[in-house]
């Protein structure tokens, strides 16, 4: 089993609260305030696509990391 420097792990951290505050401001954009924006609408449509794309980039720095150990 390797073990693994929490230096390299921490790399990830900004992503983690960019995902946190994207998922914040998700839900504070369901509120019933909002409900006849069209902008709000698009935006919360590709809410799941930025995450997912913040997916792919965590994926992408954790193994850059394990390939450099």
């Known amino acids: 089993m390797k073990k693994h420097s ?3 792990e921490l790399i990830l951290l900004p992503v983690l609260f960019v995902a ?5 401001a998700g839900h504070f954009l369901l509120q019933p305030n909002f409900q ?7 935006l919360l449509a590709a809410l799941p696509f930025a995450l997912f ?3 792919i980039i965590a994926f992408k720095v ?3 990391n394990d390939n450099q150990e």
């Not at 946190?20 to 914040?24: A, E, G, Q, R, Y």
């Not at 006849?36 to 698009?42: K, L, N, P, Q």
């Open 36 to 42: 006849d924006s069209h902008t709000v609408e698009y």
């Open 53 to 55: 794309g913040l997916v």
């Open 6 to 8: 929490p230096k390299k």
């Open 62 to 64: 954790a193994s850059k």
């Open 20 to 24: 946190i505050l994207l998922c914040v």
